[in-house]
């Protein structure tokens, strides 16, 4: 069993997390930047947090045969002061060259203020800019229909092909609209919040398994490494063919991915 977690930050889980996901087949993940589970209190900060993403997350993930690929941004959650925000998003070029950089991400809305919104787009300039694939956070709860359609809108306002760009923590109520625009979409996979391994499955049952995929979120918080390879036993478990189940654990990420003209990897 081989699978790729393509959305997990890998720099609040332990070394043990990924000798864990080793065992159960992980052999790449992507690691958008995000929130660090506190306010930065300074640009510095996300200086370092990026040399940690491109530099040493990638030979931690090394020692276990994982591939280490990492999206960078400021996150929608720490962007609505658009000064220290600017600041921040400054720093993000000189580190694109890296080899380990896919795109930008995971940019989007955290609670669709006027400030998220604009830095949302400034991102997606420097995108466009650099000619970057896109990682797209969107908000929680009622906040999230409403947040993806603004997000899906400027997105589609650039020039940026849709199918460079997924869409990740989407729902019952937002995956139909994803996909009907092109864009890829993506399930986050939580022990309770936001959607388990068993709703997941029942997405792909009702909405297919094209240009969609699923990935652990692992982070600070309450979460899962093991998500991915747990979703893959429910499909086996309700009878879903090899085929099926690894066309979203692992084809599906390595075809998206793979439009970085980054992501060697051998699915
Ligand atoms: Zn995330």
Same mark, same amino acid.
């Given at each position: ?24 087949g ?6 958008p930047?995000?929130?660090? *589970?506190?306010?930065? +209190? ?5 200086? &370092? ?28 959650k720490?962007? &609505?002061?658009? *000064? ?9 070029p000189?580190?694109? &060259? ?7 991400? #995971? ?14 787009? #400034?991102?997606?300039?420097?995108? #466009? ?7 797209v ?18 997105l589609?306002a650039?020039?940026?092909?849709? #199918? ?11 995956? +139909?609209?994803?996909?009907?625009? *092109?864009?890829w ?17 029942d997405?792909?049952?009702?909405? *297919? ?13 309450? +979460?899962?490494?093991l ?13 879903? +063919?090899d ?11 390595g ?13």
């Amino acid at each position: 069993m081989r699978y790729i977690d393509p959305h997990i930050h890998m720099v609040s889980r332990t070394t043990d997390d990924y000798q864990r996901m080793a065992q159960a087949g992980c052999i790449a993940v992507t690691e958008p930047a995000f929130w660090a *589970g506190f306010d930065r +209190s300074s640009a510095q900060g996300f200086y &370092d947090y990026f040399r940690q993403l491109t530099d040493y997350e990638p030979r931690r993930a090394a020692q276990f045969g994982i591939r280490h690929f990492t999206w960078l941004c400021i996150n929608p959650k720490e962007a &609505d002061d658009p *000064g220290f925000a600017r600041e921040v998003v400054s720093l993000i070029p000189e580190f694109l &060259d890296h080899g380990n950089v896919l795109g930008i991400g #995971e940019i989007g809305l955290n609670k669709n203020t006027r400030n998220e919104l604009i830095i949302l787009e #400034e991102q997606i300039a420097l995108a #466009e800019k650099h000619n970057q694939m896109v990682l797209v956070h969107t908000p929680h709860l009622e906040d999230k229909l409403k947040g993806t359609r603004i997000i899906m809108d400027a997105l589609s306002a650039s020039s940026i092909d849709p #199918e460079k760009i997924l869409i990740d923590h989407v729902e019952e109520h937002t995956v +139909s609209e994803v996909l009907d625009r *092109g864009f890829w979409a993506g399930m986050t996979l939580y022990p309770d919040t936001k959607v388990t391994p068993q709703r997941a499955v029942d997405i792909i049952e009702m909405y *297919g398994s094209e240009r969609i995929w699923m990935n652990s979120a692992g982070d600070w918080g309450c +979460s899962d490494p093991l998500a991915v390879p747990k979703a893959r036993l429910e499909m086996k478990r309700r009878g879903h +063919s090899d085929e099926i189940i690894d066309r979203v654990t692992l084809h599906n990420p390595g075809t998206f991915l793979g439009q970085s003209g980054r992501f060697h990897v051998d699915t």
